[in-house]
């Protein structure tokens, strides 16, 4: 199975700052196949990139993905209360598709 | 755009089996494969696996292979996911979950507590 680490895990910023997180996989996969998702308390996971930089439907330019083969990162600018949640990333080319633990943006 | 609803909270003896449904609406639910998660109290997400709507054919992650069977019926576009002899580390959350580019949507999530 292809395993995915993410870090850090958790990461504190302030409103308007920039955030990075890391998805590493344990093999190479095609960015084709990469996605992240936000997920807040209560809630069901929500969709925020696919194909490693496409933003899904609804998701403001303040996110963006990049990387390629095992190293992915999703950015976060100009911080808001509102992006306080769980973000997980994921690989759904080999199966079974599988995801990173999580990391958790505190606000 | 298209919604998932799926069935309410279940709470089950060990060795007992537990069916959840996820209804589709707003898309042609044979377009789209459905995916189930689950997420047990506090940690991350755990493919289950997926099921064709068209054909009904199926992958299941290898530790719930002979546990868990995914079936659809495509007169009322719901998808089914039924665990047999559950354990209580079989609860969790359960997720069903549109196989697009990426899982879009997701349903709302279908509580599954396994307690003697």
């Known amino acids: 199975d292809i395993v995915l680490t993410q870090s850090p895990a958790t990461l504190s910023l302030s409103p308007g700052e920039r955030a990075n997180l890391s998805c590493r996989t344990s093999?190479?996969?095609?960015?084709?196949?990469f996605a992240w998702y936000q997920q807040k308390p209560g809630q069901p996971p929500r969709l925020l990139m696919y194909?490693?930089?496409n933003r899904a439907t609804g998701i403001p330019d303040r996110f963006s993905g990049s990387g390629s083969r095992t190293d992915f990162t999703l950015t976060i600018n100009s911080l808001e209360p509102e992006d306080c949640a769980v973000y997980f990333c994921?690989?759904?080319?080999?199966?079974?598709?599988?995801f990173g633990q999580g990391t958790k943006v505190e606000i | 755009q298209g919604q998932l609803v799926q069935s309410g909270a279940e709470v089950k003896k060990p060795g007992a089996s537990v069916k959840v449904s996820c209804k589709a609406s707003?898309?042609?639910?044979?377009?789209?494969?459905i995916d189930w998660v689950r997420q047990a109290p506090g940690q991350g997400l755990e493919w289950m696996g997926w099921i064709s709507t068209y054909k009904g054919d199926t992958k299941v992650a290898q530790k719930l292979q002979g546990r868990v069977t995914m079936t659809r019926d495509t007169s009322t576009d719901t998808a089914y996911l039924e665990v047999r002899s559950l354990r209580p580390d079989d609860t969790a959350v359960y997720y069903c979950a549109r196989d697009a580019e990426g899982f879009d949507p997701w349903g709302q999530g279908t509580l599954v507590t396994v307690s003697s």
């Open positions: 994921q690989q759904y080319g080999f199966s079974p598709y599988t």
């Open positions: 093999q190479t996969i095609s960015s084709s196949y």
């Open positions: 194909g490693a930089f």
């Open positions: 707003g898309y042609t639910f044979t377009n789209y494969g």
